[in-house]
Nanobody, 124 residues
Framework: VQLVESGGGSVQAGGSLRLSCTTN????????MSWFRQAPGKEREGVAS???????VYADSVKGRFTISKDNAKKTLYLEMSSLKPEDTSKYYC???????????????????WGQGTPVSVSS
């Protein structure tokens, strides 16, 4: 499975960005997909996750500001980010796992496939 992120960039605090992750994953199957982020010197953090049925889970730090969604026809996962804060600065990664009865998860160990990441920088 290939995952290619795009959409990262530099914005001011309070701004918005939309990240995209295009994939060759069979999106009519059973799977979970997620966005993680990792800043230099920090552990990788699960941000938002969605399963094939559309169930979602979010990290407390982004609830109400970030929205994960997918477009099966376009084979693309999205992360809409608004009200961005400097602490959101990080490299954002797309991840996926094909699994029967997959539930959304923010645990890195629940994923098998990873993209190369796209950087997001938020200035104050």
């Amino acid at each position: 499975v290939q995952l290619v992120e795009s959409g990262g960039g530099s914005v001011q605090a309070g701004g918005s960005l939309r990240l995209s992750c295009t994939t060759n994953l069979y999106m009519d199957g059973t799977y979970r997909m997620s966005w993680f982020r990792q800043a230099p010197g920090k552990e990788r953090e699960g941000v938002a996750s969605i399963n094939n049925g559309g169930s979602t889970v979010y990290a407390d730090s982004v609830k109400g500001r970030f929205t994960i969604s997918k477009d099966n026809a376009k084979k693309t996962l999205y992360l809409e980010m608004s009200s961005l804060k400097p602490e959101d600065t990080s490299k954002y990664y797309c991840a996926a796992k094909i699994e029967l009865r997959a539930s959304a998860s923010l645990r890195a160990e629940d994923y098998e496939y990873w993209g190369q990441g796209t950087p997001v920088s938020v200035s104050s």
